[in-house]
């Protein structure tokens, strides 16, 4: 009896094969895209060389999202009386609080832009502690327009920047010796 045919014997003469496990990238395995459902593969994995119109996607610009904000809110206040406050008017699909010295801002974002309003008539002006809320409504920048914002009307990153300014020649060994001499003997 062979050795292989004695190992036969002991695993019970059946033949196993060895599966290989094909992953795909990790970004793909693990990206967002699938779980809230917008696309299978991210646009670089289809064909970097490509662009998206070549791809055959077409993308929709979401438009701006109109959200409440609310002002003076102080600081001994807790986000969760806030948020009770607005679900007691209409229930928020966005909301998020952010600290300032003076007190804290809140900013919601519902699914009927008519709840902005019902929120302004009822919240705008009320007490909280020592100070009278402000709510209002505002329309929040997509991250592309706020880029552009910012860079004014200078158009891309590297294009409609000034020349550089012309730096000082520096000055040559003998000059500083002879700048260190007149210094040292006044």
């Given at each position: 009896m062979?050795?292989e045919e004695?190992?036969?014997s ?12 094909k992953y795909?990238?990790r970004?793909l395995?693990n990206?967002?895209a699938s779980?809230i ?6 646009y670089r994995?289809l ?10 996607i ?7 999202k ?6 003076n ?12 406050m607005?679900?007691e008017i209409?229930k928020?699909?966005?909301s998020n609080?952010?600290?300032?010295k003076e007190g804290r801002?809140?900013?919601f974002?519902f ?6 309003e019902?929120?302004i008539?009822k919240?705008?002006g009320?007490?909280?502690g020592n100070q009278s809320l402000?709510?209002?409504s505002?329309?929040?920048?997509r991250r ?8 004014g009307?200078h158009?891309?990153r590297?294009?409609g ?5 012309e ?11 002879a ?6 003997n006044n």
């Amino acid at each position: 009896m062979s050795v292989e045919e004695s190992l036969d014997s002991i695993i019970g003469g059946q033949e196993t094969r060895h599966r290989v496990t094909k992953y795909r990238r990790r970004d793909l395995r693990n990206g967002l895209a699938s779980r809230i459902g917008t696309r299978e593969t991210p646009y670089r994995d289809l064909d970097p060389r490509r662009s998206k119109k070549e791809s055959g996607i077409e993308t929709e610009r979401p438009a701006s999202k109109k959200r409440a904000r609310i002002l003076n809110i102080p600081l001994e206040v807790s986000d969760y009386t806030i948020e009770d406050m607005v679900k007691e008017i209409a229930k928020p699909i966005y909301s998020n609080f952010y600290d300032h010295k003076e007190g804290r801002t809140a900013v919601f974002e519902f699914e009927d832009p008519a709840s902005i309003e019902e929120i302004i008539k009822k919240l705008n002006g009320k007490e909280m502690g020592n100070q009278s809320l402000v709510v209002e409504s505002f329309e929040s920048q997509r991250r592309q327009d706020r880029r552009a914002q910012r860079r004014g009307n200078h158009g891309s990153r590297r294009g409609g920047r000034e020349p550089k300014k012309e730096k000082a020649e520096k000055p040559t060994v003998d000059q500083l010796d002879a700048e260190l001499e007149a210094y040292m003997n006044n």
